[in-house]
């Protein structure tokens, strides 16, 4: 029975028109009130005063971090860039949300990545560490990968992967915030917020590299952000992910926050031309239940 049907002999029901017996309502048709997605698209050159609205349209920080609270910020610092090159999340982002979680009571603050090229490179040129320590807040914690930290997880969920290494720190965080970079991936062709999990695993992760839209589907299944901030104030169109060239990189402006990340990469794909189902890894965490593909089925809010 479909719910316009069901609906109908309700009504039909109540008002004594028909006679029939009292029935349960399903869990297929209470799927059909489901709260869509939200997705909260921010438009303007501040990038503080942007977050902020966005944050603010989703509740506020105070509704994502608790008092007292061990809050890790996770950004894309894994390429030695400079800001206008476009590989790593815009330090003004990531200061933004340390300062907001400070003012929402956080006990701890960390900040940190796996990164690609040499990390103490990529932590000074990308210019996050240095706007994090003009906060002057030893809450902050801007720091550098332990490998000692990486401990096995098995993944119940998985698909193709039953077990990987995560960093402790990742999975003992009371509210976990996802920051990455759009940009373009020459062989996911776009990496968003689930590629940005490469940065909290440890082992051989070219072996990810392997079946990677849903071997990242189910690394995604293990640590679930509970917010994702999508910096699309610059993109990489071109030679990601790593990039180079400033020529490739395309200013938009864009902050966009969900807390689904299927759903926050799926509206980031639209910035490239591209349509969520383009790209495999957001097709497969759909599969995998992790959030919401379909741009139809949003509650998408533009601020300006």
Not at 30 to 42: H, Q
Request: hydrophobic content about 40%; some cysteine; glycine content about 8%.
């Amino acid at each position: 029975m479909d719910r316009r049907t069901f609906l109908k002999q309700v009504m039909l029901w109540s008002a004594g028109a028909c006679f029939m017996p009292v029935f349960r309502i399903t869990p297929d048709l209470l799927a059909n009130e489901k709260v869509p997605a939200r997705v909260v698209v921010a438009n303007g050159t501040d990038y503080p005063s942007i977050l902020k609205k966005a944050i603010e349209s989703e509740g506020g920080m105070a509704s994502i971090v608790k008092n007292g609270s061990k809050v890790v910020i996770k950004p894309n610092i894994g390429w030695d860039r400079n800001v206008e090159q476009g590989a790593n999340t815009h330090p003004l982002i990531v200061k933004t949300l340390a300062e907001m979680a400070l003012l929402a009571g956080a006990a701890q603050v960390m900040v940190f990545d796996r990164t690609c090229n040499e990390e103490r490179r990529c932590y000074a040129n990308s210019g996050i560490k240095d706007e994090l320590e003009t906060i002057r807040d030893k809450r902050i914690k801007c720091v550098h990968i332990d490998d000692r930290k990486f401990v096995p997880v098995q993944i119940e969920k998985g698909k193709s992967l039953d077990e990987w290494s995560f960093y402790r720190d990742a999975l003992e965080a009371d509210c976990y915030i996802n920051v990455p970079v759009a940009k373009h991936h020459a062989l996911a062709g776009l990496t968003i917020g689930l590629k940005n999990i490469m940065g909290v695993i440890g082992g051989h992760r070219g072996r990810i590299h392997w079946d990677m839209a849903q071997n990242l589907a189910d690394l995604n299944t293990v640590i679930k952000p509970t917010l994702n901030v999508v910096d699309a104030t610059r993109i990489l169109t071109r030679n990601g992910p790593q990039g180079g060239n400033v020529k490739d990189v395309k200013k938009m402006d864009t902050i966009i926050v969900s807390k689904d990340i299927v759903a926050a990469d799926a509206y980031a794909t639209t910035l490239f031309g591209k349509k969520p189902e383009d790209i495999d890894a957001i097709r497969k965490a759909w599969e995998s239940g992790l959030g919401e593909m379909d741009l139809f089925k949003m509650n998408i809010v533009k601020l300006s």
